[in-house]
Nanobody, 124 residues
Framework: QVQVVESGGGLVKAGGSLRVSCAAS???????MAWFRQAPGKEREFVAAIAWYGGTTYYADSVKGRFTVSRDNVKKTMYLQMIGLKPEDTALYYC??????????????????WGQGTQVTVSS
């Protein structure tokens, strides 16, 4: 059973940067890992995903050019580097694992493992 734990959230001013991490443990896991986020009063939404073995990355339009997802195969850790943060990026950021196919990378119901989330707050 794969487990994931997020870390690195915090409070940052608009325009600033932050990096959140997702450490995975357990047996070999699936092809895709992803970041989702949920802002207060809103639905959880896709942010970014990475194909674990090939390294191809995918982004939501709202974060493209500002966020970068990466992974360290040896450390079994996924990262989300965020720059140019905006108040609308304020949310609880979740790490997810378990999606298998390319067509699933942004579908929440295709991810079987979720972390508890790490809070990112961007002040104006």
């Amino acid at each position: 059973q794969v487990q994931v734990v997020e870390s690195g959230g915090g409070l940052v001013k608009a325009g600033g940067s932050l990096r959140v991490s997702c450490a995975a443990s357990g047996r070999t896991f699936s092809n895709y890992m992803a970041w989702f986020r949920q802002a207060p009063g809103k639905e959880r939404e896709f942010v970014a995903a990475i194909a674990w073995y090939g390294g191809t990355t995918y982004y939501a339009d709202s974060v493209k050019g500002r966020f970068t997802v990466s992974r360290d195969n040896v450390k079994k850790t996924m990262y989300l580097q965020m720059i140019g943060l905006k108040p609308e990026d304020t949310a609880l950021y979740y790490c997810a694992a378990g999606a298998t196919y390319y067509s699933d990378y942004q579908k929440q119901d295709k991810y079987s493992t979720w972390g508890q989330g790490t809070q990112v707050t961007v002040s104006s």
